[in-house]
C-alpha cells in the first residue's frame, strides 16, 4: 500500500504541488470544488488502519485538515455546493450511525443510529477484530471473530 503524499499534476505531466502530507495512504477522491480551491479525499489515517476518514486541503496544498473525528470507517457523501457532508459511520463491532456535518468537521445534527435492542434480545455477540503478524514478521494481518450466541468460554467450539 502507498504511503506516500497525493500529488497534483498538469495534464502534461508537469508537478503542480504536493496536495497531502502524512504517513497514511489515500483512498480515493470524494470531490473537486475547483471554485473553492479544495479537494476532498479518504484516507487511511485513523490509528486503525482499515478505518477511512474524511480529509480536505486546497488545490495548493494548503490548509489539510482531517474532517471526520470518530474512530471508526466513514462512508461520506459531499453536498453539491461543498459546504456540507453526511456520513455513515461504524466498524466491525460499532453499528452504523449518520451524521451532517459541515466543512469544518463540526456535526451539525444525528441523522440515524442504529436500533440494536433486537440484537441484544437475541444475545448475539459483539464480533471482534484482532489482528497478526505474517509469517515476515511485519506486515499486521486483520480478522474478525464471531462467536456462536450464547456463547461460553468453558465449551470448545469448531
Do not use: C
Amino acid at each position: 500500500m502507498r504511503t506516500g503524499p497525493a500529488l497534483l499534476f498538469d495534464l502534461d505531466g508537469t508537478l503542480i504541488n504536493t496536495l497531502t502530507t502524512g504517513s497514511y495512504p489515500a483512498a480515493s477522491i470524494q470531490k473537486i470544488d475547483e471554485a473553492a480551491g479544495v479537494v476532498f479525499y479518504t484516507a487511511f489515517s485513523d490509528a486503525n488502519p482499515l478505518n477511512t476518514q474524511l480529509h480536505r486541503v486546497g488545490l495548493d496544498g494548503k490548509g489539510q485538515m482531517r474532517l471526520t473525528r470518530e474512530p471508526l470507517n466513514h462512508t461520506a457523501r459531499i453536498s453539491p455546493d461543498g459546504k456540507w457532508f453526511i456520513t455513515e459511520y461504524e466498524s466491525v463491532d460499532t453499528p452504523p450511525t449518520t451524521a451532517l456535518y459541515d466543512t469544518q468537521g463540526h456535526r451539525i445534527a444525528t441523522l440515524a443510529q442504529s436500533d440494536t435492542s433486537q440484537l441484544r434480545k437475541l444475545d448475539l455477540q459483539k464480533p471482534e477484530l484482532f489482528h497478526f503478524k505474517a509469517d515476515d514478521g511485519k506486515t499486521d494481518i486483520y480478522g474478525v471473530l464471531y462467536k456462536p450466541s450464547h456463547f461460553d468460554k468453558s465449551r470448545k467450539y469448531p
